[in-house]
């Protein structure tokens, strides 16, 4: 008896773990429709920002990259 209570109590938590993971699914979609989404001009000039950005400080660290190779040199040699 305690094994056929033990089993109904597993199929109904995965009974719940499927009910759960449908709501969450649908609280999902809903709040994707509430989102906002930038328009094309908005992401492309969004896109734009993050490259400048990303070249800059990416110049920003070779650089200094270079700089600590050419001491190391210097200490080293």
């Known amino acids: ?5 033990s ?3 597993g199929v109904a938590q995965q009974k ?3 009910a759960g993971a449908a709501e969450f699914v649908r609280n999902v979609r809903g709040e994707l429709r509430r989102v906002t989404w930038p328009n094309r001009d908005q992401l492309q000039q969004s896109t734009l920002v993050v490259l400048i ?6 110049a920003f660290v070779a650089l200094w990259d270079l700089i600590f ?4 040199a210097l200490v080293f040699t």
């Open 69 to 72: 190779y050419y001491l190391a």
């Open 7 to 9: 089993a109904a109590k």
């Open 53 to 58: 950005i990303l070249l800059v400080l990416t």
């Open 16 to 18: 719940g773990r499927l």
């Open 1 to 5: 008896m305690a094994k056929s209570q």
